[in-house]
């Protein structure tokens, strides 16, 4: 049993040891898995605001149309309550097993190889990074779709496309990676990141309540056939799942103070209280300014001065910037410390190791980004092959096998129906969105400038 248990700790990379305070069960901050990044060093309501940032991202913009249009005001809010009521008792269970088996789980690898073995652990890793690949490919289209519309507000010449406009992003990520070297430098990136979303959803608020109150009656019927109906539909319950999960719930938690478990819990209820207010405003709002003619970036729908469409397609811009280093920071962190890269961010080798690294990545994805930029498309996807599994299948099993001793029947039936339940959503929602990011592909050219 203990050779079992030093195997797995030299898989995960962690120290061989491990001691935790017997009269408080926290765990010591030097017995933690070998890390090139800094942990421990943020407070909860810094992490809080690095979650709600994840939130209220430029991704927004594209609820009404993502999630209300496919569903109707009675299912659109019903599934985005009963998505957030779910997304934060899977996040509990994920924050609450970070110190499990004495010792801190700083990657959400790490805990599935500690409680499942090798295969589990490379599994989780390849989820998560088709995962976060997407969310950032995902936020380079957003960046893009921003700049298009700040320009097309002024030049309406049709020289510039999408296309270029999202390899313009696509450098401006990269700058941005090669600047910052881990999650808890953003520091005062944070609160620019804060008031970015704040200008993008008030505006997009007022534009849209002007729009509401002088356009005639608004059409709210589901739009399509029957069977395009129940694609949709799926697709839709994908994407609110994808509103309010990260996938990488371990690696924020890393970065936050003792105790971690109490203090992340305090993060958790901050993004899911305060945080997902701003995002249930702008989406329901938008929905019922324009109805099923919802665009899927909100900004292209609204009517206003320019000068306020600008500062909200800039603000969007700059905020999706940031929000895909956030999601890229688990891939950065891999790769920092496989190759050893500590010390000063701005020393000849790190800095080139950045540059080299992380630009190619982030190059990946803007050719991504580019060759198909169907968002809605891309939250569907993501949320059907790798959000489902990773927040909600694998959060509930691991919390069974975990505290299979200390949970009733009825506890442990109620999670057997989450994994169950979600398991067959993950197959139909990935089914529903390749068959949009089929019919979309037949409707547009590659590159398309949408």
């Keep these: 049993m203990v050779g079992e248990r030093d195997q797995e700790q030299k898989m995960e990379g962690g120290n061989s040891s491990e001691v935790v305070d017997s009269y408080n069960g926290k765990v010591h901050d030097d017995e933690v898995p070998e890390t090139a990044h800094q942990i421990s060093t943020d407070s909860w309501f810094q992490v809080g605001f690095l979650l709600t940032t994840g939130i209220n991202s430029a991704y927004v913009l594209g609820y009404s149309a993502a999630v209300m249009v496919p569903l109707g005001w009675i299912f659109g809010v019903i599934a985005l309550i009963a998505a957030t009521a779910i997304s934060l008792d899977a996040n509990i269970l994920i924050a609450k097993l970070h110190e499990f088996g004495g010792k801190r789980r700083i990657r959400y690898r790490d805990l599935a190889g500690y409680l499942y073995g090798r295969r589990a652990y490379s599994l989780t890793w390849g989820l998560q990074y ?11 289209i957003l960046s893009g779709e921003a700049l298009k519309a700040a320009y097309v507000l002024y030049f309406n010449d049709n020289a510039m496309k999408l296309p270029y406009f999202i390899a313009i992003a696509g450098f401006v990520c990269a700058l941005f990676a090669i600047g910052i070297p881990h999650l808890s430098a953003l520091g005062v990136w944070l609160g620019v990141s804060t008031f970015c979303s704040m200008v993008y959803i008030i505006i997009a608020i007022v534009l849209s309540v002007q729009d509401g109150i002088k356009a005639p009656p608004r059409d709210y019927s589901i739009p399509g056939s029957t069977t395009s109906k129940i694609f949709t539909t799926i697709g839709a319950c994908a994407s609110v799942v994808f509103a309010f999960n990260t996938g990488m719930l371990p690696e924020i938690q890393a970065t936050i103070r003792q105790p971690v478990v109490e203090n992340m819990l305090k993060s958790l209820y901050f993004q899911f209280s305060v945080g997902v207010l701003p995002l249930y405003a702008v989406t329901f709002v938008g929905y019922w300014a324009y109805g099923s003619n919802t665009t899927t970036y909100l900004l292209n729908s609204v009517n206003g001065p320019v000068w306020m469409k600008t500062a909200a397609n800039i603000a969007a811009f700059l905020q999706s910037v940031i929000a895909l280093h956030i999601f890229a920071s688990p891939m950065y962190e891999y790769l920092d410390t496989r190759f050893g890269i500590k010390g000063r961010a701005l020393s000849v080798r790190n800095l080139s190791f950045r540059i080299g690294v992380r630009g190619g990545y982030l190059t990946i ?21 790798s959000t489902f599994p990773l927040t909600f299948i694998l959060a509930n099993h691991m919390y069974l096998v975990a505290k299979k001793t200390k949970l009733s029947s009825l506890g442990k039936l109620w999670r057997w129906f989450n994994v169950c339940f979600f398991c067959c959503l993950a197959v139909t929602a990935a089914i529903a969105a390749l068959r949009l990011i089929a019919v979309d592909s037949k409707t547009y050219n590659l590159f398309a400038d949408l």
Excluded: K
């Design 365 to 385: 994805n803007t050719f991504v980004a580019a060759l198909l930029p169907f968002l809605g498309d891309f939250m569907s996807l993501t949320g059907a092959i």
């Design 130 to 140: 088709v995962n976060l690949f997407m969310i950032n490919t995902g936020y380079i």
